[in-house]
């Protein structure tokens, strides 16, 4: 069974600071997405990373998938409130079939 | 582009009733998925669809649970006989054929009195 784990699980900061999140596993991932979900909403789409060593920016965001395809982080520069959220890190193992499996997310808060 | 639909986004059944619920994918989308998130747990996967087809129902309980994607209308996910444990958000998500990246939809957050 592949996992996901997620760190840290919940994060309180100050608006205009800096962080990350991490998303770890002991098996490799064909791609690995990225969402953010509010309370009472479903997961929105942030990024999709499908390369070893990827990188993508997507405004104040960094999003980098590890070499092996087995990790993944999510680096978030100057938070805002408005970044406050649920972040979901969910990956899929390949092959024909796309399910994916989730990790338990980091709460983030950030405070105004 | 309409996003993916789910309805009703709220829904409340006895222990014992039915409860069906809705996914419309997005426009063009052919694949739909759904999953379950329970309380204090992540978004589990349940079923993978195509059009008139399952293709994964790995991740669903085999009794009281079905699942169904015509090929006119939308995806129903069926629970019959409903117990407490099956409250939950059930979300649905859809992808065009051949991509990885799956968009979901707002949930129905189902609670069984």
């Known amino acids: 069974t592949q996992l996901l784990e997620q760190s840290p699980q919940f994060l309180s900061i100050q608006e205009g600071e800096n962080l990350t999140v991490y998303c770890n596993s002991s098996?490799?991932?064909?791609?690995l997405q990225w969402y953010r979900q509010e309370p009472g909403e479903g997961p929105v789409l942030l990024v999709t990373?499908?390369?070893?060593?990827e990188v993508k920016k997507l405004k104040r965001l960094t999003f980098q998938f590890g070499d092996a395809r087995k990790d993944s982080s999510l680096h978030i520069t100057a938070a805002q409130p408005g970044d406050t959220g649920l972040y979901l890190c969910?990956?899929?193992?390949?092959?024909?079939?796309?399910?994916?499996?989730f990790g338990k997310g980091t709460l983030l808060t950030v405070n105004p | 582009n309409a996003g993916v639909m789910q309805n009703p986004r709220h829904l409340v059944r006895r222990r014992g009733q039915e409860a069906r619920l809705r996914c419309s994918p997005m426009?063009?989308?052919?694949?739909v998925y759904w999953y379950r998130q329970l309380p204090e747990e992540g978004l589990k996967f349940m079923v993978y669809l195509q059009k008139e087809n399952i293709i994964d129902e790995s991740g669903m309980p085999k009794e009281r649970f079905s699942a169904e994607f015509p090929k006119e209308g939308p995806s129903i996910l069926r629970i019959q006989q409903v117990v407490r444990g099956d409250s939950a958000a059930y979300f649905c998500a859809s992808s065009p054929q051949g991509w990885k990246t799956q968009y979901f939809g707002p949930g129905t957050r189902l609670l069984v009195l």
């Open positions: 098996s490799v991932f064909s791609s």
């Open positions: 969910a990956g899929d193992s390949g092959g024909s079939n796309y399910k994916l499996t």
């Open positions: 426009k063009g989308h052919s694949h």
């Open positions: 990373v499908v390369t070893g060593g």
